[in-house]
């Protein structure tokens, strides 16, 4: 079972030629049933984006634009009596704004993606120029194992065991030591309990690298031998050959599987909702900070939003919802737009196997 | 101030002495009461005169003879004691089956409202809001429950002092340390180290938020009432430290692994914050007397309401006047739709409300005594029986 | 002669330096990337073996006391409903999309599949609950639960299944078809038996997925601490993952010891899934070659 199937496509065009769809009768009823089978993924598309639109609809009313760049996460006075502005019923007070969400989202999987990438890379090169066949296929099912623990299980681990250790260990020698100038001063201030941005970033990044470390393994592998043996027959060390020659060669595909992996990072939920401290209307200002993502607001917030008897709470959630998905949608787009060789349906990080 | 007083007094309690005393002095609650109040359709806008004699148990108590799956669902504060309660109902009534989770308040009466479980239970009254979208929802009080404020300061010994304001000022970000003047000054005889506060709130709806917040913007008026104000979920000022958990066992939890951390605990979580090294504070009510939760101050404080609880039972018990008074206290409600569509789960519902509120039953100490409630007063539960009987089919 | 000369000059102690230094780097990379999934099985261990009870999977229970058999049967019971569900449309339209699909309509169909493969899974919570919980009344359920996961995995079934398809040799079906073998009979004689082992694969994916999500589930599937009923509206149940979510937290020592229990039962069947899935094509691999 490969991480990421970038056999797909190659399958798909190899067929192309050989392959005779017409051989199968275009009528009969397996071909009927198993259309509209087809058609349910669209159809399960359209309905979430219309129950989220129609949704969303009276929270895009009231909050307005304004709501990109608010900071606010205010779900006003339920107690008080309700009052109405441009048509939405609302709850006195009620201001929201997605601005920390969507910035903790787009900051904790950037984040991610600088620890993923290196090591990643780094993982790939090794497993696929060093390492004999044996224990090549031991790295790999490292991999899948990694790519297989559910994101709950990398929550209870990042809450109860890489948090304390970290907090307790090494985050006050960075704190001690950072100097107080631009950049470092993130590094300085009160590192909590663990639950925060850099730890939350560092469990993401753990989650994203058996996309980037497979996809890129798979890559280096294929790039053909001729073109590396060349190189190597000119003097040229290992690493000068990875550099000059197989990075060129693999560079789009790395890029498009990080991008896969900055997608996935962006949608997920569990292991954020427990690492990430949960705190709402904040932008991080250390890499300490408690903050939260659109995905882990959802999940730890829309119990809580019910009790609006106004339903705006839980409409604004579905207007996250929907910046959520475009950012998501933007970076798959992105992702198959610069590889076309990455299938995106790789599997889903913290989800299976 | 022993912080550790025990809770087994709850047995003591007898609910008839609390009929004689109290009277509406508390301007402060008048306005949540009277406002939810109005808001019942058809609902009894006067205050009831209490009544002396126990109401009748009896006539509703029978369970139907069919299979009945009740759900239920909510406050993670009322949760300990339906677990309590439900082995022990099913034990006598073996064809009713109750699932019970521990979600928060939020999730009881939303659920509820939306017709997803049967009971929501909630230490928050409905709003005027909820009411009126779903007129036929019911809040009924099965036991009155209070609130510890617990810290967590390493090498602190002794009781802490800490008044509402100080309280609010903390949450708002305010005051940063635990050495700060203000805690100094509260506190002139215990030596307090220069750590850093985190105050730690509940990330999902919770009536234990809404009495908390009640208590600092009544503790508050001007600062945390006019920028704040209650809800089961508010705007939490932004703090840089500040942390948040889910459910009263993850304020436990998150206190306990956060040095420097105060939190609020429902009462039902006592043993657990105990066991985990929290530090109950003694906290000013409104006579400006700092109290720790106990029987008695739990008893004291709700006395001054007993007489104003209105037929819809929706009333604030926080923050009460007295001396002995504590002031975070509430009723713990059960959530339920009056419109039922089943008779036979309409008569199981009926059947174990009246059951858990009934102090032969349900409200006996044996039960209470172990998650720090006090029963219900006999006026109240005539109430409650009066709102039960409410749910019917059809 | 000119290309030895500068291959011997580029052969410094610099660059053989930078050389090991990238190795050593890489190495360690591949050490910190092994390390965690090492880790976290080891933590679990840790935590869940020393108090490890068989009461925990026979008796029910909500994090209190008792155990795990409701969350366990829940979880069989979700994952069963969604083989069943997903695994129908999944291999369906695997099958349409490899043999049927052509020019325009089948891209867009493609596209569709992976647009909803990108969905987080948390927004397919919000939807399933506010459509299926809330809209059509089902309360929370094992139906919500199921079909918000089965759409969340029908993609990935869909794909092994067309892949899998698209790999069946050419000359299998030709052969069929020279000896008269009905369209159909060639798509299920030959084509979906040859494709099998692919297939299943996926089903396996769907499986571990079905098992270690929790986002769609805590919306849609509820909580109970009863054993479910096999009804499919109006009736929550529990999941392991619910387990680990909402105990890992509580302040008594038996409910973070069941949390550590739940997460161990899931990297237990996660596991199990992982090696069937390798002796799946392990063997096609050794089917393989001794057709070559």
């Given at each position: 079972m490969s991480i990421v199937e970038t056999s797909a496509d190659d399958a798909k065009n190899d067929a192309e030629g050989r392959f005779h769809p017409h051989l199968l009768g275009r009528r009969t009823p397996i071909a009927i049933i198993s259309g509209l089978a087809t058609t349910v993924p669209a159809i399960a598309v359209i309905a979430v984006l219309l129950v989220l639109l129609s949704k969303a609809l009276p929270a895009i009313k009231y909050n307005g634009v304004h709501f990109l760049t608010s900071t606010a996460w205010n779900p006003g006075n339920f107690y008080a009596n309700p009052i109405v502005t441009n048509g939405v019923e609302h709850p006195i007070l009620a201001k929201y704004g997605v601005w920390p969400l969507l910035a903790g989202t787009l900051e904790s999987s950037i984040i991610a993606l600088i620890f993923a990438l290196p090591l990643s890379i780094g993982a790939a090169f090794i497993v696929a120029k060093k390492l004999p066949p044996r224990l090549r296929s031991i790295a790999g099912t490292f991999l899948e194992l990694l790519a297989g623990i559910p994101s709950v299980i990398f929550g209870l681990w990042g809450a109860l065991t890489l948090g304390p250790i970290l907090s307790k260990h090494i985050y006050p020698f960075f704190a001690h030591h950072a100097p107080n100038i631009i950049f470092f001063r993130l590094f300085r201030g009160n590192t909590g309990n663990g639950e925060g941005l850099l730890t939350s970033a560092l469990v993401l990044g753990i989650m994203v690298v058996p996309i980037i470390a497979s996809t890129t393994r798979d890559l280096i592998s294929a790039v053909p031998r001729l073109t590396e043996e060349g190189a190597a027959a000119l003097g040229f060390t290992e690493w000068e050959i990875t550099r000059k020659v197989t990075f060129p060669w693999i560079s789009a595909g790395v890029i498009g599987a990080t991008v896969l992996g900055f997608a996935r990072a962006l949608g997920e939920t569990m292991a954020v909702a427990m690492v990430s401290g949960a705190v709402l209307g904040t932008i991080p200002h250390t890499v300490y900070s408690t903050y939260s993502t659109i995905a882990a607001a959802i999940v730890t917030q829309l119990d809580s939003a019910l009790t609006d008897a106004t339903g705006l709470a839980v409409e604004t959630l579905a207007e996250a919802a929907l910046i959520l998905m475009a950012v998501t949608l933007l970076a798959n787009v992105a992702a198959r737009y610069l590889v076309k060789r990455v299938s995106s349906t790789s599997l889903p990080i913290g989800k299976g196997l | 101030m022993s912080p550790k007083k025990p809770l087994a007094l709850a047995g003591l309690f007898?609910?008839?002495?609390?009929?004689a005393s109290a009277c509406g002095s508390s301007t402060s609650s008048s306005s949540t009461s009277s406002s939810s109040t109005t808001a019942?359709?058809?609902?009894?806008?006067t205050t009831q005169a209490p009544t002396t004699t126990a109401p009748s148990f009896a006539a509703t108590e029978t369970p139907p003879t069919a299979s009945v799956a009740l759900q239920e669902t909510g406050s993670t504060l009322l949760y300990p004691l339906f677990n309590l309660w439900v082995p022990d109902y099913q034990k006598a009534y073996s064809n009713i089956t109750i699932t019970t989770a521990g979600t928060g308040s939020g999730t009881g009466i939303a659920d509820a409202s939306a017709g997803t479980v049967d009971i929501g239970a909630s230490d928050a009254y409905l709003s005027q809001a909820q009411v009126a979208k779903t007129p036929t929802l019911l809040n009924i009080p099965l036991a009155i429950s209070a609130q510890e404020i617990v810290t967590n300061i390493t090498g602190l010994t002794g009781t802490l002092d800490l008044s509402g304001s100080v309280i609010s000022q903390i949450y708002q970000g305010k005051i940063g340390f635990w050495d700060d003047p203000a805690i100094k000054a509260l506190n002139p005889s215990l030596t307090l180290p220069h750590l850093a506060i985190v105050p730690v709130h509940r990330s999902d709806g919770s009536g234990d938020t809404f009495i908390f917040t009640q208590y600092l913007s009544k503790a508050d008026p001007s600062g945390w009432g006019a920028n704040v104000s209650f809800g089961t979920t508010v705007a939490w000022p932004s703090v840089s430290s500040a942390l948040t958990a889910n459910g009263n066992g993850g304020m436990v939890t998150t206190c306990g692994a956060t040095p420097g951390c105060i939190a609020y605990v429902g009462i039902s979580f006592a043993q657990q914050a105990t066991a985990a090294k929290l530090a109950v504070t003694a906290i000013s009510n409104a006579a400006g007397k700092f109290l720790t939760p106990d029987a008695a101050g739990i008893q004291a404080d709700a006395q001054n309401f007993i007489s104003q609880v209105p037929a819809n039972e929706a009333i604030s018990l926080v923050y009460g006047p007295g001396d002995s008074s504590y002031p975070i206290i509430n009723f713990e409600y059960a959530i339920v739709n009056s419109a039922q569509t089943d008779a036979n789960k309409a008569q199981a519902i009926r059947a174990l409300l009246t059951w858990a509120i009934d102090p032969a039953h349900g409200n006996a100490s044996s039960y209470l005594s172990q998650v720090g409630f006090q029963p219900l007063p006999t006026s109240v539960a005539g109430l409650s029986l009066a709102q039960i009987n409410k749910i019917q089919a059809g | 002669m000119s290309n030895k000369i500068n291959a011997q000059k580029k052969r410094s102690a610099s660059r053989r330096i930078a050389n090991v230094v990238v190795l050593v780097l890489s190495s360690i990379a591949l050490i910190a990337v092994v390390a965690p999934s090492i880790w976290i099985v080891f933590q679990i261990l840790h935590k869940a073996l020393p108090h490890f009870t068989f009461s925990v999977l026979t008796k029910t229970g909500?994090?209190?006391?008792?155990?795990l058999k409701n969350e366990i049967v829940g979880t069989a019971v979700i994952s069963i409903g969604v083989v069943l569900l997903a695994g129908t449309v999944g291999i369906l339209s695997g099958i349409f999309l490899a043999q049927y699909a052509k020019g325009r309509f089948a891209s867009f169909l493609r596209a569709a599949s992976d647009i909803l493969a990108g969905i987080p899974s948390i927004v397919l919570g919000y939807v399933g609950y506010s459509a299926l919980v809330v809209g059509f009344h089902w309360g929370f359920s094992l139906g919500a639960g199921v079909i918000t996961l089965s759409v969340l995995v029908t993609p990935y079934i869909a794909k092994t299944t067309e892949v899998a398809l698209r790999q069946v040799p050419i000359n299998y079906i030709e052969g069929a078809e020279a000896l008269g073998f009905k369209p159909t009979r060639v798509l299920s004689r030959i084509s979906l038996k040859t494709a099998l082992p692919g297939i299943t694969t996926g089903l396996i994916v769907a499986m571990a997925i079905s098992v270690g999500e929790t986002a769609p589930l805590l919306y849609t599937a509820g909580y109970s601490q009863n054993l479910p009923k096999l009804t499919l509206t109006h009736s929550p149940l529990g999941y392991l993952t619910y387990a680990v979510w909402t105990f890992y937290n509580q302040p008594t020592k038996t409910a973070l010891q069941l949390s550590y229990d739940a997460a161990l039962i899931i990297m237990v069947l996660i596991l199990l899934l992982i090696g069937v899935s390798r002796v799946i094509v392990a063997q096609t691999q050794r089917h393989a070659e001794t057709r070559r």
């Open positions: - | 007898l609910s008839a002495g609390l009929v019942t359709t058809g609902a009894v806008t | 909500a994090g209190l006391d008792g155990g």
